[in-house]
């Protein structure tokens, strides 16, 4: 199984407030033996996150989906469930 992360973040500090904001994009892959290629699980997807800390205990997380990605793609093959093997990629 293979698992693609790219992460951006950008931190703005103000006077009273913090706030963390950035996007995920993100694909899971298993390698298929057959045809020997990597076959996706999960297609690309991005995500938009804001973190914001105030003064007090106030936080709030808001999380969006990316603009430029408008499905969530989910593929289950019956070779993905029967494949007895798993390939680790570090």
Same mark, same amino acid.
């Given at each position: 199984?293979? @698992? ?5 973040? /950008?931190?703005?500090? @103000? ?5 963390? !904001?950035?996007? @995920?994009?993100? !694909?899971? !892959? ?21 973190? /914001? ?27 993905? /469930? ?9």
């Amino acid at each position: 199984m293979y @698992l693609a992360l790219d992460i951006t973040m /950008v931190m703005k500090m @103000l006077p009273n407030k913090i706030i963390l !904001s950035g996007n @995920l994009l993100q !694909s899971f !892959s298993y390698f298929n033996p057959y045809p020997s290629k990597w076959e996706p699980i999960l297609e690309q997807f991005g995500l938009n996150f804001d973190f /914001v800390k105030e003064e007090n205990p106030k936080m709030s997380l808001f999380i969006s989906t990316d603009q430029n990605f408008e499905n969530l793609n989910i593929n289950i093959s019956e070779e993905m /469930v029967t494949c007895r093997e798993i390939y680790l990629i570090s």
